[in-house]
């Protein structure tokens, strides 16, 4: 992905918590769930953790063409992107965070580091947020960006 559209990605992704991950299983039906953003300098890459026995890292080992998606302010995104699951503990210590500790009850070395390389994105922003209990739409002035 180019540097000018990491560079707008950025700051999108750095202030979000949370968002969507879409993997396809083994019969090829799409499953999201959501996954901890761990961003600190946004650089086309995104990391994730997941139980090495998860669900989502069979999913990724089969077909690693994935999907991250986030609606909400300060912006709408979808990513198209290609993971890589690594179970070994040296990359998990190299961006643990302590945030994670829940989701890891029997520690870190329960965890899987889920590599995702982004090809594509589209991002829609808006000068104001839609009014709450409202349906996002397109809003005058409002941007939408394919990268």
Do not use: K
């Given at each position: 992905m180019p540097a000018q559209h990491v560079r707008t990605?950025?700051?999108?992704?750095?202030?979000?918590?949370?968002?969507?991950?879409?993997t396809l299983d083994g019969a090829d039906r799409m499953v999201s769930r959501p996954m901890t953003v761990c961003v600190d300098n946004f650089d086309g890459t995104l990391w994730f953790f997941a139980p090495i026995t998860s669900q989502v890292v069979a999913d990724i080992s089969a077909n690693p063409k994935v999907n991250v998606s986030y609606c909400g302010p300060p912006a709408s995104l979808s990513i198209t992107a290609t993971a890589t699951v690594t179970p070994h503990t040296l990359p998990v210590?190299?961006?643990?965070r302590p945030r994670l500790a829940p989701w890891f009850p029997d520690g870190m070395n329960t965890a899987a580091t889920i590599e995702v390389v982004a090809e594509r994105a589209r991002l829609w922003t808006s000068p104001t947020p839609p009014a709450r209990g409202r349906h996002l739409r397109p809003v005058r002035g409002g941007r939408h960006d394919t990268f």
């Open positions: 990605l950025g700051p999108v992704l750095e202030s979000l918590d949370a968002v969507m991950l879409t210590l190299a961006r643990w």
